[in-house]
């Protein structure tokens, strides 16, 4: 499958250093998107952008830790002085950790990579992205949420803690934000979409989980069992530069096709109970985005 021309698009994507972010970052180069690649590996991100600038491309490697919240704010602030507009913010760092270990912010890694991040680094770049408008938000979520529930009252996971849970929760987080936020653009030319881009068990996600965890999905990726990364990195090259996505009419894209998210995202009292928590837990208030309606 190819993915349509992206000449004239600016796409910041994180998590581009491997996985299905690396694939889907050659991919959006080859249509001819100029890229902001975003990771925290100095050696695999410029290894990354200098094989996609022999073949051509414009592209850029940002390193930054999306682990913590000032660099989230530093990262918004050297994309604002690089470029002027920015067609698509795609939220795509992930991990999948076994043991809950901590952010300087005290938040657990796996919420502040997952969720954290792609929340603030939206609201930073909001006001670039309305002035890109026709623009988008895309976060890499999974089909994983569906097995998920979330504590209205430990939104940020701080009671017990199992590390595949507490990842599926996570990835909960980012369906709810990203129909939250759908929510609050209606009616701009801003478009939120949240996709799954298969079951990958060869992708480095898994790295850090338990040695159960790891087992497995080591075993399910020599028989092989789900997707490739780059079946993966099409589908999210696709959600964020394909033009059908802005005329959808949900938010969630299983592959490259419209889906139906788990019923959770419809509970709007849950949505804007994690966005208000977040926006607590950011720094922010929580009344954003303010975006001039189409007339
Ligand atoms: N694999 C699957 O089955 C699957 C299924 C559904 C959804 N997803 C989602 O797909 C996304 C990509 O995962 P993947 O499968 O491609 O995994 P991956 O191979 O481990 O890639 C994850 C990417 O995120 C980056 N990253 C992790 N922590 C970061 C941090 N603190 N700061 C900045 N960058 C960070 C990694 O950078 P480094 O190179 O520095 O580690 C890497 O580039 C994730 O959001 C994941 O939840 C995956």
Redesign the pocket.
Known sequence: MDIPDCSERTVLL??????????AARKLCAAGATLLL????AE??EATVERMRRAGADAVFLR?????QS?VRDLAADVRDRVDRLDALV??????RGNRSRTEENVP?TV???HL?PYLLTHELMPLLADSAPSRVV??????HERASLDRTDLDLTGPYEGFDA?AR??LM?VLFVYELADRLRGTDITAAA?????????????DSSVWVRAV?RFLSILPI??S?ED??LA?AHVACSDEVADAPGHYFDGTDPADPAPAAEDADLRRALWDRSAELVGVDPAWPTVQRKV
Not at 64 to 68: E, M, S
């Open positions: 994180t998590g581009g250093t491997r996985g299905i972010g690396r694939f975003v990771g925290r590996n695999r991100g930054y830790d999306l682990a913590t660099a939220n795509n760092a992930g991990l999948a890694t502040a990579v997952n991040a976060v890499t979520a999974s089909g994983v990842y996570t990835k980012n996709v799954h881009p298969g079951f990958i068990p060869s992708s480095g996600l898994y790295r999905m789900g997707q990364v993966g990195g999210l």
